[in-house]
């Protein structure tokens, strides 16, 4: 009985579980492992055509889900679920599920949806959009020069919510401590340019 498969993405003989199914009914599992799967998805959403990327994954999503299949699957899952948790050994699905999901958001794949998923619910900002505005800045911080990234604070007013621009963490900092106030940030700038002390 076969138990391994040869990847082609990392060339490595991997146990037949690293690969995901593409076809139960005809005993086939994909041709890369689920590391290799992963990375190539990261790379493509994380390139120039990202966002329509992401748009067309939902969109096959949402088609699945309007599906009788997709429909009847979602209820089968949550009462499958409910049932092991309401087992005799209910206590311990219940905390490796919660450590199975602790572990999926530390995964690549994980920070991403996760920090997309924060920028969605904080600001309003769709992948796409968030991406274009990193794409306008050049991927450099609004005020200096250094790299930024889907990571990096997203700086808004705090009254109106309304996001204007990606800062590096210094001047995200920075700006929090002088409280959106122009007029402090003129008064420091005419301090530091003010002769010294015994000039």
Same mark, same amino acid.
């Given at each position: 009985?076969?138990?391994?498969?040869?990847?082609?993405?990392?060339?490595?003989?991997?146990?037949?579980?690293?690969?995901?199914?593409?076809?139960?009914?005809?005993?086939?599992?994909?041709?890369?492992?689920?590391?290799?799967?992963? /990375?190539?998805? +990261?790379? !493509?959403?994380? *390139?120039? #055509? &990202? @966002?329509?990327? =992401?748009? %067309?994954? $939902?969109?096959?999503?949402?088609?699945?889900?309007?599906?009788?299949?997709?429909?009847?699957?979602?209820?089968?899952?949550? /009462?499958?679920? +409910?049932? !092991?948790?309401? *087992?005799? #050994? &209910? @206590?311990?699905? =219940?905390? %490796?599920? $919660?450590?199975?999901?602790?572990?999926?958001?530390?995964?690549?794949?994980?920070?991403?949806?996760?920090?997309?998923?924060?920028?969605?619910?904080?600001?309003?900002?769709?992948?796409?959009?968030?991406?274009?505005? =990193?794409?306008?800045?050049?991927?450099?911080?609004?005020?200096?020069?250094?790299?930024?990234?889907?990571?990096?604070?997203?700086?808004?007013?705090?009254?109106?919510?309304?996001?204007?621009?990606?800062?590096?963490?210094?001047?995200?900092?920075?700006?929090?401590?002088?409280?959106?106030?122009?007029?402090?940030?003129?008064?420091?700038?005419?301090?530091?340019?003010?002769?010294?002390?015994?000039?």
């Amino acid at each position: 009985m076969i138990t391994t498969k040869r990847c082609i993405g990392c060339k490595e003989f991997l146990p037949l579980e690293e690969f995901h199914w593409a076809s139960r009914k005809l005993n086939y599992r994909s041709p890369r492992c689920s590391k290799c799967t992963s /990375a190539g998805r +990261r790379e !493509r959403l994380s *390139g120039a #055509d &990202g @966002a329509e990327l =992401l748009k %067309a994954e $939902r969109a096959r999503s949402a088609r699945w889900r309007s599906t009788e299949k997709g429909q009847a699957s979602r209820p089968k899952r949550a /009462a499958a679920q +409910r049932a !092991r948790r309401a *087992g005799p #050994d &209910g @206590a311990k699905i =219940l905390e %490796a599920d $919660r450590l199975s999901a602790e572990a999926r958001r530390k995964t690549p794949r994980g920070r991403f949806l996760q920090r997309t998923y924060q920028v969605r619910g904080q600001f309003g900002l769709e992948y796409h959009e968030h991406w274009a505005l =990193l794409e306008y800045q050049a991927h450099k911080c609004a005020i200096c020069d250094r790299d930024v990234d889907l990571y990096s604070p997203i700086d808004h007013d705090h009254k109106t919510n309304k996001v204007r621009g990606v800062l590096c963490s210094h001047h995200n900092v920075g700006l929090g401590q002088f409280g959106d106030n122009p007029e402090a940030l003129h008064r420091a700038a005419r301090y530091i340019e003010r002769p010294q002390m015994g000039q």
